[in-house]
């Protein structure tokens, strides 16, 4: 019970932090379009979780020498893969 709490409360943070507004312009600036109504569900909250990101990263680093923004890659998870040696 806990736990759905819990990820409840992190799905709330996520949504209310960004608008559906920033969602449609997104997908319409960048001509987005999706195979499935599923897959348009996970890369809407992949944006939503990269534009909260993005606006935290913003509210904690207000003096940074670069800027972070919403650009055609914000629907997709952040990866790093390591170089194999």
Do not use: C
Not at 9 to 14: D, I, P, Q, W, Y
Not at 19 to 34: G, M, T, V
Not at 53 to 62: A, D, V
Request: aromatic residues 10%.
């Amino acid at each position: 019970m806990h736990i759905k709490l819990i990820i409840f409360l992190v799905v709330l943070n996520v949504v209310s932090s960004s608008s559906p507004f920033d969602w449609l312009k997104f997908k319409r600036h960048y001509n987005k379009h999706y195979k499935s109504a599923a897959e348009e569900a996970e890369r809407k909250q992949i944006f939503l979780e990269n534009v909260n990101r993005i606006r935290t990263y913003e509210r904690l680093h207000p003096n940074a020498t670069f800027t972070l923004g919403i650009n055609h890659l914000t629907d997709r998870r952040i990866e790093v893969n390591p170089i194999s040696r």
